[in-house]
């Protein structure tokens, strides 16, 4: 396990300036840490709170580290994000694991430390990457391409049909051809009890990166840019697009064929009509239908006048 220099080093400090200190072993909150492990100090108040702790490393903002001598302090730009870089560094090593009540299909390729929980179904002529995670009582249907360091959460369900229907003259609904595939690709993490669904005729794609919280469903021929964030009890109907970096916040619905710009951030309950476009980069929107966040307060100010 690393020393503080050590850990200095893999957060590219300045490691020279550090004692090496004991072994970190693990992260720990301020009030529970014991000397084997790491906690962060996001502010001032945070960093006075962590050196009378019994932390044997503490990460502080560089604005803040100034104000302590104490050598357990290793000043970084963001000490949430380094926190959690240090807590991976520490982790061990994934081990892959096939459970015995895992069904595995027919010409199913399995890339190194594949890890299959309990209950797990894997439909036929699905892949998956190294070092992903698939637990308990998943369903994977047929053709799904999995990328590697992927995490799925129990209860998810990924590839299936979408819901897609032909209407004919007199009312009748027939399913209309839900044949295309679903791609996730490396460093996706979906939430428990999730669905997406295949493509129609072509594909739906999760990006690289991108995290899904539990309770989420995406539709069919949808596009996931990288980094997409999406809290929980999310709904995305078919064939929209979410670009790079967006953040949606929990019970967010959005209609078809609509577009959410890079890094837009939609705030939680927003909705987006279908085929609405909302353009960032870096917006901020809200409220049903959802509006620019400046545009939406002014109406709700004049609503209470009311």
């Known amino acids: 396990m690393p020393n503080l220099r050590q850990i200095a080093e893999m957060l590219h400090a300045d490691a020279e300036d550090f004692p090496e200190g004991g072994e970190i072993m693990g992260v720990a909150s301020i009030e529970g840490a014991l000397p084997s492990d790491a906690v962060f100090a996001s502010d001032a108040t945070a960093l006075e709170r962590a050196t009378i702790s019994a932390a044997g490393c503490i990460l502080a903002r560089l604005a803040d580290a100034f104000l302590t001598e104490d050598p357990r302090v290793i000043p970084v730009k963001d000490p949430r994000f380094a926190f959690s870089v240090l807590a991976q560094k520490l982790s061990p090593a994934p081990q892959g694991h096939l459970h015995t009540t ?33 637990d308990a009582r998943v369903v994977v249907y047929a053709g799904v391409e999995i990328g590697a360091r992927v995490l799925i959460q129990s209860g998810a369900v990924v590839g299936s049909m979408g819901f897609g229907y032909a209407c004919s003259a007199s009312g009748e609904y027939i399913r209309f051809p839900q044949q295309g595939r679903l791609v996730i690709e490396d460093d996706v ?21 991108s995290k899904l919280d539990n309770l989420v469903h995406i539709g069919h021929n949808c596009i996931l840019g990288k980094n997409v964030i999406i809290a929980a009890q999310t709904g995305i109907s078919g064939s ?18 609509a577009t959410v710009g890079d890094h837009v951030i939609l705030g939680g309950g927003a909705g987006v009509l279908s085929g609405k476009k909302l353009r960032g980069p870096n917006q901020i929107f809200w409220g049903r239908p959802a509006q620019p966040l400046k545009q939406y307060l002014r109406d709700l100010a004049k609503l209470r006048k009311l």
Request: with cysteine; net charge negative; proline share 0%.
């Open 189 to 209: 993490e979906i939430g428990a009890n999730s669905t997406i669904d295949r493509g129609a005729l072509e594909e739906t794609r999760i990006g690289c990166g």
């Open 240 to 257: 929209s697009v979410v670009e790079d970096g967006a953040i949606l916040g929990g019970q967010v619905g959005i209609g078809e064929h």
């Open 102 to 134: 895992a069904v595995l299909g027919t010409n199913v390729s399995l890339g190194e430390n594949v890890s299959i929980g309990a209950g797990t179904v894997i439909g036929d002529n699905v892949t998956i990457g190294d070092n992903t995670t698939i």
